[in-house]
C-alpha cells in the first residue's frame, strides 16, 4: 500500500517513520516532508495546505491512504475534497474539524452540552470586550482568544485589563490573525496542570492512545510565551486510571456522541487539551488532529502497527484493534531556533546529528530543517525533537538530555525541565 503523509514538522517525522515500519506499506510520501522524512519517504515538494495540488498528486500516484498531520488543510476541508475523487484519508471531515477550526463554535458546543470548560464570552468589538472587562466578570489574569486559526499563538494570557484591552485591539483592530481574529473569546484563566487527551475516533466509538503531557510555555518553570510545544511526555504522571476514567466519561465520549446527534460526525483524531483544575478536568481546547510534538513520545511507546488503527477507524470499527503500548516512559525535548516564538533565523548549520544517531534508544525526529548539498540547515522554529522510551521517566530524560548536549546550531534554544513533573 502506498501512504502519503502531509505536513512536514516533527509529528509527521514520526508518523513517516512509524508508518514505514508497517508490513502492509510499500512507500511512504511525505509533502511537504523535511530532512528528516526523506530517510524514510519520498518526500513531495507541495506544501500542507494545498489541497488541490494533493489531491492531484494522490490521484496519479495511486495513493491507497493519506495521513494529515496539520489542522489547516483538514479545517479547510482536505478530507471532503479527497473522498470525492474516491481517495481514502484519515480525519475529520470540515464540519467536524470546526471544533478545532472555531474557538467560538468549540465553547458553544461545550456549552449546549454541558462538558466542562471555562467561563467565556464572545466580542466582535473593542468595546464589547471593555465592557467586559471592565464589568469585574472575570478577575486577572484573563485569557484572550482568536476564534479562528492561528499556528497556536491566537492564545493571550492577560494578567491586567490593560494588557487584555492591547490583546482584543490586536486580533479586532489590527488584525494581527487576519480574519481569524475577527471574533475574540474571552475566558476565565484556568489553573492547574494540562494533560494532552489524545484518542481515534470512528464517528461513533474511540480509542484512546496513551496519556501525555504537553510544556506549552518557551521557558522553563512554564515561564514566557505559549508555543506550539517545547516537549512532551507519556505517560502523564498527573493522569491516573479514575482520573482518566473520568475525562472519558465527562469529556471525551459526550463529545463524539453529541458531534454524532448534531450530525456533524467525528471521525479521526480527537485531541482534547484539558486543565486538570481543583473542580475537576476542564477543557482548554480541541484539536482535530494529532499533537505536536505529542505523538512522537506516543510513536515511541506503540508496539502495534499504526495502519491497523487508522483504518479500523475509516472502516468505523476503531475498536476491533488492540493496540500494544509499551509500558515503559517516553519523552520529547524540542530544540528551537533563537527567537521563537517570534522572530528567528533560519539556515543555521546544525551539528552533531551523525553522533547521537550512534547513540542508542534516542530517536531524533527532524521539525524545521532542511538539506542542502549534504548539510542540515534549521528551516524553522521548532527544529529538532529529541526522543526515547527507556524504563522510567528519570532514564529517559538523561538519555534525551545527554543527547541534546551533543546538538548545537546558532542560538538553539530548549527548555530543561521537559519531564519534571509539578503542581502549579
Ligand atoms: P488553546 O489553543 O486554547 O489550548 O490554548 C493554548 C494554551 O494556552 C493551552 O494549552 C494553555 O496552556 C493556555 N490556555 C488556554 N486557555 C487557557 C485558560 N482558560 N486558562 C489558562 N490557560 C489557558
Ligand atoms: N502540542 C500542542 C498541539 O499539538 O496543539
Not at 471531515?93 to 472555531?102: C, H, T, V
Not at 484572550?144 to 485591539?169: H, Y
Not at 494581527?176 to 471574533?183: E, L, M, Q, S
Not at 547521537?356 to 530543517?369: I, L, Q, S
Request: hydrophobic residues 40%; neutral net charge.
Amino acid at each position: 500500500m502506498k501512504v502519503l503523509v502531509v505536513g512536514g514538522g516533527g509529528r509527521e517525522h514520526a508518523l513517516v517513520w512509524k508508518i514505514s515500519q508497517s508490513p502492509k506499506v510499500k512507500k511512504v510520501y511525505c509533502a511537504p516532508g523535511n530532512a528528516g522524512t526523506q530517510s524514510l519517504a519520498e518526500n513531495v515538494d507541495i506544501r500542507a495546505d494545498d489541497i488541490q495540488a494533493l489531491k492531484k498528486f494522490a490521484t496519479q500516484e495511486k495513493i491507497d491512504f493519506t495521513v494529515v498531520g496539520p489542522e489547516a488543510p483538514l479545517t479547510e476541508g482536505i478530507v471532503d475534497e479527497f473522498e470525492q475523487v474516491g481517495l481514502k484519508c484519515f480525519g475529520p471531515y470540515k464540519i467536524a474539524a470546526e471544533l478545532e477550526g472555531s474557538k467560538v463554535f468549540a465553547k458553544q458546543f461545550m456549552d449546549r452540552h454541558k462538558i466542562p470548560t471555562g467561563q467565556y464570552r464572545i466580542v466582535d468589538t473593542p468595546k464589547a470586550a471593555q465592557q467586559i472587562l471592565q464589568s469585574g466578570v472575570f478577575s486577572f489574569p484573563v485569557v484572550v482568544k482568536a476564534d479562528g486559526l492561528a499556528a497556536g499563538k491566537g492564545v493571550i494570557i492577560c494578567r491586567s485589563l490593560r494588557a487584555a484591552e492591547e490583546a482584543v485591539d490586536s486580533m479586532i483592530v489590527e488584525k494581527k490573525f487576519g480574519d481569524a481574529g475577527k471574533v475574540v473569546v474571552i475566558e476565565e484563566f484556568l489553573r492547574g496542570d494540562e494533560a494532552s487527551f489524545i484518542v481515534v475516533s470512528d464517528g461513533v466509538k474511540v480509542m484512546p492512545l496513551v496519556t501525555n503531557m504537553d510544556h506549552k510555555a518557551v521557558f522553563d518553570g512554564d515561564k514566557g510565551p505559549n508555543t506550539g510545544g517545547m516537549g512532551a511526555i507519556s505517560p502523564n504522571p498527573f493522569v491516573k486510571q479514575d482520573l482518566f476514567n473520568h475525562i472519558m466519561k465527562t469529556i471525551v465520549l459526550p463529545t463524539v456522541t453529541r458531534m454524532l446527534e448534531e450530525e456533524k460526525k467525528y471521525k479521526g483524531v480527537l485531541y482534547v487539551g484539558i486543565m486538570l483544575t481543583e473542580q475537576g478536568p476542564k477543557v482548554l481546547e480541541y484539536n482535530c488532529r494529532f499533537g505536536d510534538p505529542e505523538t512522537q513520545p506516543q510513536m515511541l511507546r506503540l508496539e502495534s502497527d499504526l495502519m491497523d488503527i487508522l483504518e479500523a477507524a475509516m472502516e468505523g470499527n476503531v475498536l476491533s484493534v488492540k493496540p500494544k503500548w509499551n509500558r515503559k516512559a517516553s519523552g520529547c525535548v524540542v530544540l528551537a531556533s533563537g527567537g521563537y516564538p517570534t522572530k528567528y533565523e533560519k539556515g543555521k548549520m546544525i551539528e552533531g546529528l551523525d553522533r547521537v544517531a550512534k547513540m542508542k534508544d534516542v530517536v531524533v525526529f527532524h521539525a524545521g530543517t532542511r538539506e542542502e548539498k549534504g548539510k542540515i540547515l534549521t528551516a524553522g522554529g521548532r527544529v529538532l525533537n529529541v526522543c526515547a522510551s527507556l524504563d522510567t521517566l528519570e532514564d529517559t530524560m538523561k538519555i534525551i538530555y545527554d543527547a541534546v548536549d551533543e546538538l548545537k546550531f546558532e542560538a538553539m534554544h530548549y527548555r530543561k525541565d521537559i519531564g519534571i513533573a509539578r503542581k502549579v
